[in-house]
C-alpha cells in the first residue's frame, strides 16, 4: 500500500545549528525551503527540520538510519570519530555506528547495499508508541509486516516502505529513544485507500485530498499519504 518514504520530519531548536551538522559533518546537499525549516536530500527521501513554532513541529529524540555503501563504513568511522563519541552495533554482517545530532537525535549510520557515494537514503525510523499492541495492528493495516520482537526490550520492528522500530518507552542501543510527535510522509498511488486502512484508529484526520490525506496516528504522530 505504501511504496516510498518520501520525508522524515524532525524539530531543531536553530536552524543554522542543524545546517551546519548535516551539510557539513555529513555531507548531505541541502534543499531550497520556506522559512522556518530546512530539508537535505537523503537518497530518495527529504530530511526536514522545523523550528517549534507551527504545526506539525517534526519528531523530537528521534533515533533513525541513514543508509550507507558497506565498502566506506571505516572512512566514515575514522572520520567521525575525530570529533564524536561514537557506538557500535554490529547485526550479522553489517555494522552501525551511532552518534547524536546538536538536537539530541541518535544518528544511526548503517552499512546497508547502497550505491552511495555518502549517505544515500533512509533505512529506519524508531517511534515511541504506548501500546506496542495498538500500534503494531495500524501499521500492519498500512501494508507493514512485523520481522522481529525484542527479546530484551519493549520493541517490534516491521518491514515496509523503510524499517520501522516501535518501541515502548526505554533506551535503546546507544541511549537512543523512540521520536515523539515525528511527522512522516509516505509515497501511495492512492492516498484514500491508507485512511480507509485505519480509518477507525486514527487520533484525528487533519486533511483529506484525492492526492494527499494527512492523519495523526494513536500515539499522536503525523502521516501523510500522498502521490
Not at 14 to 22: G, I, V
Not at 41 to 63: I, S, W
Not at 101 to 106: F, T
Request: charged share 30%.
Amino acid at each position: 500500500m505504501l511504496t516510498g518514504l518520501s520525508w522524515l520530519a524532525l524539530e531543531a531548536k536553530y536552524l543554522d545549528r542543524a545546517r551546519s551538522f548535516y551539510e557539513e559533518t555529513l555531507d548531505l546537499t541541502p534543499l531550497e525551503r520556506d522559512d522556518g525549516e530546512i530539508a537535505f536530500e537523503a537518497g530518495e527521501t527529504d530530511l526536514v527540520f522545523r523550528r517549534p513554532d507551527g504545526v506539525p513541529r517534526g519528531g523530537l529524540h528521534t533515533h533513525y538510519a541513514f543508509s550507507i555503501p558497506e565498502a566506506e563504513y571505516d572512512d566514515w568511522w575514522d572520520r567521525l570519530s575525530e570529533e564524536y563519541d561514537l557506538e557500535e552495533a554490529q547485526f550479522g554482517p553489517a555494522s552501525s555506528l551511532y552518534l547524536y545530532d546538536p538536537d539530541g537525535n541518535c544518528v544511526e549510520l548503517g552499512q546497508q547495499d547502497v550505491a552511495g557515494p555518502g549517505i544515500d537514503g533512509i533505512f529506519e525510523v524508531v517511534l515511541e508508541v504506548e501500546s506496542l499492541e495498538r500500534a503494531e495492528s495500524f501499521y500492519a493495516d498500512l501494508g507493514f509486516e512485523t520481522v522481529d520482537t525484542g527479546a530484551n526490550r519493549k520493541r517490534i520492528r516491521m518491514n515496509g516502505p523503510m524499517a520501522l522500530e516501535l518501541w515502548e518507552p526505554h533506551l535503546g542501543i546507544a541511549d537512543a529513544r523512540g521520536g515523539v510527535h515525528v511527522d512522516l510522509g509516505f509515497e501511495t498511488s492512492e492516498p484514500t485507500a491508507a485512511l480507509e486502512a485505519v480509518s477507525d484508529r486514527v487520533r484525528a484526520v487533519d486533511y483529506v485530498g484525492d492526492e494527499r490525506v494527512v492523519v495523526r496516528d494513536p500515539d499522536g504522530h503525523i502521516l501523510t499519504f500522498t502521490t
